[in-house]
């Protein structure tokens, strides 16, 4: 008979009605992998992963849009049509089967969307004011809006109750509910505009026709701003007083707490941080919400691992714990606290690589864990046992190699790893050499302590030539030897340059009036952009391309500005770097432009930096390649299509991974060796 746990985090709750298992949950998050505004197998299979492994509820569909008027910014699931009852029941169904519970985030979007998305409808705003994210100014909302969006509201949740889902929470920060109550948003005069109770009347009425729509038995709650932490903004009094109002009323039966605002880049990433941020920045705010309204209290604000979760619920601070960036990272964390084994949960490193690509228009990745949101192709999230042992050598321990050699170690081969370094990590390892990126060193930590026990055998410090490897007798050979840093390919003076890598490594003293040439706009730039900073250089950051650092994306590259702003840096958009020539002790840059094609300015600097991104370190697979049995081919429509590579049988296959092949970015580097060695 199992003795029952006595951890904090396995004690059910118990939410009015409904027992949760557990007190973990993955709160509301729009991962974009809805297909035509629907919920279909990507997104049901996504959240199925992490019922099936423990967690107490998914609260699926970030800003499941209610209207038309409300078009999708970000993927989202349209709520407002009839045909989302039918796939969202399959997903409720599934998830309840597997022991979990489900509900949905229901929103309108106001002014934090576009217009030209959707039906072409014009945004609405509780004032003129443009969001400075979504860039629309919006129409000011007028009475038949306000009657037909609280309506749609109403609509919306009724279809959440037909489609068997448990309950709804109505998103009430920067959206439009919120924005009718935020004195910094709303400018109506009249019944909406002014005064505290004025502008808490649109959303109040939402949620009593809501109310008055699904019955007092049908779970409601609010996902609230609580403090916008701005002057002349919502106050926690505010907050708190809004919250007793519609608990009193019986109109709401959980609060999951914000504090914060979200309508810039900069304010997004105070409620959601990312890595080099302090961890649960409002745990402790959320406590004192949950202690002055009395209501059931879910909070997530950047708690990535179970102690401090386990601190959240033992210390009262909250009810449920929000663990959702940890669960994209991991969906297994619950199962592996119910079995002990905490040790090997998959780290989230705070990347936010997840939501980066969301609002680029991209779909919910992990930045090392590549078999989320892939579920429905077959991306495991533990590998299935090999039926034949084989001898695998993998060369170079970045991070493709290393999950190389993780993924052939948990299907049962033998495995060997050479490294030219005394240590791994690749280029993660110039990575973490910044302090406030220094959590991504949890993607070679994790994967090695993974790849030690089970059994891989390492071999640092060793260059690994042809012959050591065919001395092996490999049955299957990984060049995961990486990329290294290219020159910027100038008309003349290549050579009196240096690399972002050269600054990072420490290798080259930083210079006191530098150009930092950047045409891959990726964060090595950005990085040594700090380091030279940081010194008191004066500093610009040059590219060719009309927006800087374009790969680094919106919610990263706040950190860089703060640290960046202030100091003698300047940066220059749409000129390109031609040559460089020595003009006495210091150095000449010609400068042109893509945009005049006879442009040719003159500059000085004492040190110029180029970041042009890596060339592949491939000499190796070039050297084994003709000694292979398939010529280092690798079979496409077999790879994307989820099965395995042909095998002749005869010799050793050859296969290269990640920067080894181009240059690209870590996740890519992973998702090849997951999506190759899940099938050796």
Request: with cysteine.
């Amino acid at each position: 008979m199992t003795r029952p746990s006595k951890d904090p985090l396995l004690q059910p709750y118990q939410l009015r009605h409904l027992t949760l298992r557990n007190r973990i949950l993955t709160t509301s998050h729009e991962p974009a992998y809805t297909e035509d505004g629907m919920p279909k197998d990507r997104y049901r299979l996504y959240h199925l992963e992490r019922a099936k492994a423990g967690v107490a509820m998914v609260m699926t569909a970030g800003s499941a849009s209610v209207s038309r008027d409300s078009p999708p910014a970000f993927g989202n699931v349209l709520a407002g049509r009839d045909e989302v009852v039918p796939w969202l029941r399959r997903l409720a169904d599934d998830c309840h089967e597997a022991g979990a519970a489900v509900m949905i985030q229901l929103t309108h979007l106001g002014y934090r969307t576009r217009w030209d998305k959707g039906d072409w409808l014009p945004v609405l705003g509780a004032g003129p004011a443009r969001e400075p994210a979504h860039r629309a100014f919006p129409k000011v909302i007028e009475d038949w809006d306000i009657a037909r969006v609280t309506a749609d509201y109403a609509d919306a949740t009724e279809r959440m109750q037909a489609a068997g889902l448990d309950g709804v929470e109505f998103e009430v920060y920067g959206h439009l509910m919120d924005q009718m109550f935020s004195p910094l948003t709303n400018r109506l005069d009249g019944p909406y505009g002014g005064g505290f109770d004025n502008r808490l009347r649109f959303a109040t009425e939402v949620l009593e026709a809501a109310r008055k729509r699904v019955g007092p038995d049908f779970i409601l709650g609010i996902r609230y701003v609580a403090d916008e932490d701005h002057p002349g903004g919502i106050t926690t009094e505010d907050g708190v007083e809004m919250a007793r109002r519609w608990k009193a009323a019986g109109l709401i039966d959980f609060v999951n707490v914000i504090r914060g605002r979200i309508h810039t880049d900069a304010a997004l990433t105070g409620v959601i941080p990312l890595q080099g941020m302090a961890s649960a920045p409002h745990l402790d705010f959320a406590g004192r919400i949950r202690e002055e309204v009395g209501l059931p209290t879910f909070h997530a604000s950047r708690i990535p691992d179970v102690a401090t979760a386990r601190h959240a619920v033992s210390s009262g601070l909250l009810d449920m714990v929000g663990m959702t960036r940890a669960h994209i990272a991991d969906p297994h964390i619950v199962r592996k606290i119910i079995a002990g084994e905490e040790y090997t949960i998959r780290p989230c490193v705070g990347a936010t690589y997840c939501l980066d690509r969301i609002y680029q228009g991209g779909m919910a990745l992990c930045i090392h864990n590549p078999a989320t949101g892939r579920e429905v192709e077959g991306m495991p999230h533990v590998a299935a046992p090999a039926t034949v042992r084989k001898r695998v050598v993998v060369v170079g321990a970045g991070p493709g190699g290393l999950e190389a050699a993780r993924v052939a170690a948990e299907r049962g081969h033998e495995v060997i790893v050479f490294e030219v370094a005394d240590k791994p990590g690749g280029q993660v390892l110039l990575t973490a050499q910044s302090k406030r990126r220094a959590e991504m060193i949890g993607i070679i930590d994790w994967r090695m302590a993974q790849c030690q026990a089970a059994g891989v055998e390492f071999r640092f410090n060793t260059w690994a030539e042809a012959d050591d490897i065919l001395s092996l007798s490999p049955d299957v050979v990984i060049v995961a030897t990486g990329g290294l840093p290219q020159k910027a390919g100038l008309a003349a003076g290549d050579d009196l340059t240096v690399t972002a890598w050269d600054i990072l490594s420490g290798d080259v003293k930083p210079g006191a009036n530098v150009l930092l040439y950047d045409d891959a706009g990726d964060h090595a730039a950005l990085q040594a952009a700090e380091v030279l900073a940081a010194t008191g250089a004066t500093v610009e950051v040059m590219t060719p391309d009309r927006s800087f650092a374009p790969e680094v994306m919106g919610m990263n590259l706040v950190p860089y500005m703060r640290a960046l702003q202030g100091k003698s840096v300047t940066i220059t958009v749409t000129f390109r770097l031609l040559s460089v020539a020595r003009d006495g002790n210091r150095l000449k840059a010609v400068i042109g432009s893509d945009y005049l094609r006879d442009l040719a300015q003159e500059k000085h600097y004492d040190q110029i930096v180029v970041n042009h991104g890596t060339e592949p370190n491939a000499g190796l697979y070039f050297d084994l390649k003709p000694l292979s049995q398939n010529l280092g081919a690798v079979y496409y429509s077999a790879l994307t299509e989820g099965r395995p590579q042909p095998d002749t049988g005869h010799g050793f296959r050859l296969y290269r991974i990640g920067d080894a092949v181009e240059a690209r970015n870590t996740h890519a580097a992973i998702y090849d060796a997951l999506r190759l060695m899940k099938d050796i």
